[in-house]
């Protein structure tokens, strides 16, 4: 499929043969920086940056005026008609007739989406909240494949925040879609989220082994790891047993160790107060003298804190300034496939196709729980209506559409009640027999009792049941 007016809000819009063609003409244009002015005169992008960003920003406007075109911006929600209360909705379709493609940075959690959605022009998320930022995979990815040619069967060590990082999650489902091996090593309480590891392990296949099932024995000499993602793309390691394979995969070594800040402007009270800053591993050169980081590539997104010591800079693995450097080649070939003024041929298609979940989409009954998601700020409740995939029956879990939360909702009943007789409206547990019974274009799904008797629903023999 071409790239022309195609939007990029979660990596997932990517196939990898698609990803492979930004890569090759990020090369042809680096190669010949000075050939590309002019590649898309006349354009203009619109840069909406509602959280702080150095890179990002400036890489993208850098790749824009590199590519001949023009840049409108704003910097500040505080400059904006947001801050009067104007949705996101309305600012996209205005900004949208303005400019030919837009970017956006924004704190709540699926804000790209909804611009994608209103916007009528191609839409780039720089990164929305704590849910994705599919730009810097793009540049992660583009330095891994400089470095070592291939993505496929590589091991690559995820270190840090890996709850509230943005990167990590664009970043992993972008490695099992190439076929890489990973390794969590996050700081105790900020682990990857529950709804990003059902989705790994669903919809990308592969398998996930905990750390904690190795012996103590084992365990010497390990650098602090909490679990293996073992991808289809090499099934002979899943044939393994759990505790052979991580001693074996560990055996070559680790091919990068990706490294992130404290994500503090996301942190839950709880959080702060444990004061995670105190316990927040440090990479320095003597966790690198480690064997099995011998020939690691050293990355991070920027910008470092306290994680990252300054005395790896010189370290020939270390990567992180190029990735940086990438970001204006890899976002110029993206900003010129997205407006259709330059074309690649894309080899191969994707190995994971995306599954079809059934939607549940009556815009009442449950809202997502998601206190930074889109569709639950007061100036979007006006035309945004809550909707989920339903990805699981037992135990009924729904994925928000927009921030892409899992929740577990605890009641459920059916809109095919008896002759419409409102007596017979009864509500049942989410864990009875009936979450799986009711046909997906019949469920009413609701998150508290209080809901369920609002819309006229009776609790059923079934309301408290736990089976
Ligand atoms: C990251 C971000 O904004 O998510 N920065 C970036 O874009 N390079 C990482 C971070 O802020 O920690």
């Not at 063609?21 to 680096?30: E, G, N, P, R």
């Not at 824009?64 to 910097?75: C, D, Q």
């Not at 547990?429 to 799904?445: D, M, T």
Request: aromatic share 8%.
């Amino acid at each position: 499929m071409a790239l022309a007016n195609r939007n990029l809000v979660t990596i997932d819009d990517l196939s990898s043969g698609e990803i492979e063609a930004v890569f090759s003409l990020a090369d042809k244009m680096a190669d010949s920086m000075d050939e590309q002015f002019g590649v898309c005169r006349g354009k203009i992008m619109a840069s909406l940056f509602f959280e702080p960003s150095t890179r990002t920003r400036l890489s993208f406007e850098t790749a824009m005026h590199r590519l001949g075109g023009n840049v409108i911006s704003a910097v500040d929600i505080g400059a904006t008609a947001l801050a009067k209360g104007e949705s996101i909705a309305d600012m996209a379709r205005v900004v949208g007739s303005y400019a030919d493609i837009i970017v956006i940075r924004h704190p709540w959690e699926g804000a790209a989406k909804v611009v994608a959605d209103y916007a009528g022009v191609p839409v780039i998320n720089a990164g929305d909240g704590g849910h994705q930022h599919p730009t810097q995979t793009l540049c992660d990815l583009y330095t891994i494949k400089k470095e070592r040619q291939t993505i496929k069967g590589l091991k690559i060590a995820l270190w840090g925040d890996l709850k509230y990082g943005r990167t990590i999650h664009s970043l992993i489902f972008a490695l099992a879609k190439f076929g890489a091996n990973i390794l969590f090593c996050p700081t105790p309480g900020l682990e990857v989220p529950e709804n990003i590891i059902k989705k790994l392990t669903t919809e990308y296949g592969g398998e996930l082994e905990k750390y904690e099932a190795l012996d103590q024995a084992d365990k010497r000499g390990l650098f602090p790891l909490d679990a293996i993602y073992l991808t289809p793309g090499s099934p002979h390691q899943l044939a393994m047993m759990p505790n052979v394979s991580i001693q074996a995969e560990l055996k070559t070594g680790v091919d990068a160790l990706y490294v992130t800040r404290p994500q503090k402007e996301r942190f839950a009270t709880a959080e702060e107060g444990r004061e995670l800053n105190k316990r927040y591993p440090v990479v320095d050169k003597r966790l690198l003298k480690g064997k099995v980081f011998k020939k690691t590539l050293v990355m991070h997104p920027l910008p470092r804190v306290d994680e990252l010591a300054y005395e790896l800079d010189a370290d020939p693995r270390s990567m992180y300034f190029k990735q940086a450097a990438f970001g204006v080649p890899v976002r110029m070939a993206l900003i010129a496939l997205l407006l259709g003024t330059k074309e690649v041929s894309i080899l191969k298609e994707d190995f994971f196709p995306q599954i079809d979940y059934p939607l549940y989409r009556r815009g009442f009954g449950v809202r997502c729980p998601n206190p930074r998601c889109v569709s639950i700020q007061a100036s979007e409740t006006k035309y945004i209506k809550p909707e989920f995939k339903i990805v699981n029956r037992k135990p009924l879990t729904l994925r928000c559409i927009y921030c892409e939360h899992g929740s577990e909702p605890k009641y459920v009943a059916s809109s095919d009640w008896h002759e419409g007789r409102l007596a017979n409206k009864k509500y049942h547990s989410a864990g009875s027999h009936w979450a799986r019974k009711i046909k997906p274009e019949n469920l009413i799904i609701f998150d508290s009792e209080s809901e369920a008797e609002a819309h006229g629903f009776k609790p059923s023999r079934y309301a408290r049941a736990h089976h």
